[in-house]
């Protein structure tokens, strides 16, 4: 079973979309600017004690960027063990994932383009990131 979460964010503004089976909510964005981002994230496969997921980085109306950054907050028993197409660091319960850097000089995300990102964790799987948000740019 695969759910998505949506959250679209204006630097640390911006609307909560939520799309699980039947239940949705949404609310209107802030206005855009360029530096608008939208982060998607989806439990892709769960097991006893773990599950793997994916976040997805969209450039949805800005131009070439060079550098994004994506955080959330784990609950108290998630722990990331594994991630792949970005760099993490976990500050206890708070996680940061950024672009790597070797991958922005000479590929910037264009418009309307998207990176997406994945790890496996500890934990259960029904949480979901309220306070996910996304920046675009070093």
């Known amino acids: 079973m695969s759910r998505t979460f949506a959250r679209t964010a204006a630097g640390v503004c911006g609307a909560l979309a ?18 608008d981002c939208e982060a998607t994230y989806a439990v892709t496969a ?12 969209s450039n ?5 960027v060079s550098g994004w950054t994506a955080t959330w907050t784990l609950l108290p028993e998630q722990q990331i063990v594994n991630g792949w197409n970005g ?11 950024q672009e790597p850097r070797d991958w922005s000089p000479d590929r910037p995300l264009p ?3 998207s ?17 996910l948000t996304c920046s675009l740019g070093w």
Do not use: C, K, M
């Open 60 to 64: 949805p109306d800005g131009g070439p």
């Open 87 to 97: 760099v993490f660091q976990q500050n206890g319960r708070r996680v940061r994932v």
């Open 111 to 113: 418009l309307p383009s």
């Open 115 to 131: 990176a997406t990102f994945g790890f496996t964790a500890t934990g259960p799987a029904y949480h979901i990131p309220r306070d």
């Open 18 to 35: 939520l799309t699980a089976a039947s239940v949705a909510a949404t609310a209107a964005p802030a206005a855009a600017s360029p530096a």
């Open 46 to 57: 769960e097991w006893s004690g773990g599950f793997a997921a994916e976040v997805t980085v």
